[in-house]
């Protein structure tokens, strides 16, 4: 499994900071996280019991995509969710 850093920083200035990229103003290093949340609290919403399990099942049927305007092998039957 691939390792990735994460950053914690208010909305505000993530925006800026995307801002700044994309002006050329700020160049990133390869060490700065590239994904970005709010607070605590979102991160771990994200990464809850549920949505781990879905990560886990998406990863292990390898849908052909998740596309909403393709339609991809059902997954729902391996998570007992509704299609």
């Not at 994460?6 to 002006?23: L, S, T």
């Not at 990560?55 to 596309?67: D, F």
């Amino acid at each position: 499994m691939n390792r990735i850093t994460i950053g914690i920083m208010p909305q505000k200035k993530i925006r800026e900071r995307i801002y700044a990229i994309a002006r050329g103003e700020y160049q990133p290093g390869p060490d700065e996280p590239k994904v970005w949340f709010t607070s605590m609290k979102s991160l771990a919403e994200v990464l809850s019991d549920d949505n781990r399990a879905l990560l886990r099942v998406i990863r292990e049927t390898q849908p052909e995509s998740s596309v909403p305007w393709q339609k991809p092998r059902d997954v729902s039957p391996a998570t007992s969710r509704a299609p």
